[in-house]
């Protein structure tokens, strides 16, 4: 079965990379992946425990997820009298750790795939997992700014205090990306990264605290998530990061294969990806839907079995025709049909036909997507130049 965030990729290839070949291996890229919004109600699960027991289900969640898990919380509980939600919040990478030591927990919500990677190695989680939101970047100021800073080139000013998380945080890796590429701009000189490293006094274990760092006036300046920022907007200014120089965090949920609850773990990941129950909370928090309308903001690369590459740009892909699919269906890869949604963007053949405009249905060869996460799957030429018959396939 098909995870539900490919259907739609199958239909459009901004920000993966793309393999052409007959036996050979990807070479995935850092890039940006969505999944489908559910269009599907949340149901009340079915549990050994009953309500009047106090059934309790734990969910360990990246702390950028505290303000909009705590109001899902609260609505799952209304939803499932007699259950209790109790949530862990913290960096990703921290409860991978607990959960490798011995924590016990029902689910587990991280806000970047190398933390579900290694528990999945770890035998903590199966392949299961579903993005179900995404996240950005931005940088915080104190209200009254006393930094004097008013463009991103100025956080490599000299004399700054500039906080960030520590880079085995989602974050922190997300902002050491995000300077990485700035330094690869002339706008910014080869330098930047160094000289606002310079100025970085603290690295912070989870978002939460680089963001009461700069709201105490501990720092001039804060690298946090878009959601953080809104979630303290009084008492924050905030400095706006272009698209180009720009992250995008997926966020993967799943339910612990060891969950003392198995199924209201599952009811809680349904519930939070449901359109009606925890994608429409997301949104209110300022989190990206995770659905098929995907945010180009890297390059892809197209490479062919003979090991050729084609490198194609953002600008390119929004060139290419858009086309419009209305309610498709979507299938969890564990949890059956998901409802229906509909994808505007490129078409995978237009894609494809881009890198070589030789290519047809015809064409003796096997085309294998893969993700920024590892994620991958392979489709037919057939599948690729009719994705009408691929939606029916899957």
């Known amino acids: 079965?098909?995870?539900?965030?490919?259907?739609?990729?199958?239909?459009?290839?901004?920000?993966?990379?793309?393999?052409?070949?007959?036996?050979?291996?990807?070479?995935?890229?850092?890039?940006?992946?969505?999944?489908?919004?559910?269009?599907?109600?949340?149901?009340?699960?079915?549990?050994?425990?009953?309500?009047?027991?106090?059934?309790?289900?734990?969910?360990?969640?990246?702390?950028?997820?505290?303000?909009?898990?705590?109001?899902?919380?609260?609505?799952?509980?209304?939803?499932?009298?007699?259950?209790?939600?109790?949530?862990?919040?913290?960096?990703?990478?921290?409860?991978?750790?607990?959960?490798e030591q011995g924590a016990r927990a029902d689910v587990f919500a991280s806000a970047n795939a190398t933390e579900m990677t290694n528990a999945r190695d770890k035998g903590l989680v199966g392949n299961d997992d579903e993005v179900f939101v995404m996240n950005r970047l931005i940088v915080i100021l104190p209200k009254n700014n006393p930094g004097k800073i008013t463009q991103l080139q100025d956080l490599s000013k000299p004399g700054l205090k500039v906080v960030i998380a520590d880079p085995s945080v989602p974050v922190g890796q997300y902002a050491s990306q995000m300077l990485d590429k700035m330094s690869a701009d002339p706008t910014f000189g080869a330098n930047f990264k160094a000289q606002v490293m310079k100025n970085v006094v603290s690295q912070e274990t989870d978002v939460k605290q680089v963001v009461a760092k700069v709201q105490l006036g501990e720092a001039d300046a804060g690298v946090v998530y878009t959601t953080d920022a809104?979630?303290?907007?009084?008492?924050?200014?905030?400095?706006?990061?272009?698209?180009?120089?720009?992250?995008?965090?997926?966020?993967?949920?799943?339910?612990?294969?060891?969950?003392?609850?198995?199924?209201?773990?599952?009811?809680?990941?349904?519930?939070?990806?449901?359109?009606?129950?925890?994608q429409k909370i997301l949104q209110k928090w300022g989190f990206i839907p995770a659905s098929p309308e995907i945010v180009a903001t890297q390059n892809i690369t197209v490479i062919a079995a003979s090991g050729n590459k084609t490198v194609l740009s953002p600008s390119d892909l929004k060139?290419?025709?858009?086309?419009?699919?209305?309610?498709?269906?979507?299938?969890?890869?564990?949890?059956?049909?998901?409802?229906?949604?509909?994808y505007a963007g490129a078409a995978l053949k237009d894609v494809?036909?881009?890198?070589?405009?030789?290519?047809?249905?015809?064409?003796?060869?096997?085309?294998?997507?893969?993700?920024?996460?590892?994620?991958?799957?392979?489709?037919?030429?057939?599948?690729?130049?009719?994705?009408q018959a691929t939606s029916q396939r899957f």
């Open 230 to 278: 809104q979630a303290a907007a009084s008492a924050l200014t905030p400095l706006t990061i272009p698209d180009k120089f720009n992250q995008i965090a997926s966020y993967p949920i799943v339910a612990l294969k060891a969950a003392p609850q198995p199924q209201l773990a599952q009811a809680f990941v349904a519930y939070v990806l449901a359109a009606e129950g925890g």
């Open 319 to 342: 060139a290419l025709p858009r086309v419009e699919v209305k309610q498709y269906a979507l299938v969890g890869k564990t949890r059956g049909p998901l409802g229906t949604a509909d």
């Open 1 to 99: 079965m098909l995870n539900s965030r490919w259907l739609g990729i199958l239909l459009a290839l901004l920000a993966l990379a793309v393999l052409l070949s007959a036996c050979a291996t990807a070479t995935p890229a850092p890039t940006a992946t969505t999944a489908p919004t559910s269009n599907a109600t949340p149901t009340p699960a079915t549990t050994s425990t009953t309500a009047s027991g106090g059934t309790t289900v734990t969910v360990f969640a990246a702390s950028s997820l505290t303000d909009s898990f705590k109001e899902i919380g609260a609505q799952f509980q209304a939803a499932h009298p007699g259950v209790k939600v109790n949530f862990n919040f913290a960096g990703s990478q921290q409860l991978r750790a607990q959960l």
């Open 352 to 387: 494809l036909l881009k890198a070589d405009p030789s290519l047809s249905a015809s064409s003796a060869i096997s085309i294998t997507l893969t993700a920024g996460d590892g994620f991958k799957v392979t489709v037919t030429p057939q599948e690729a130049f009719a994705p």
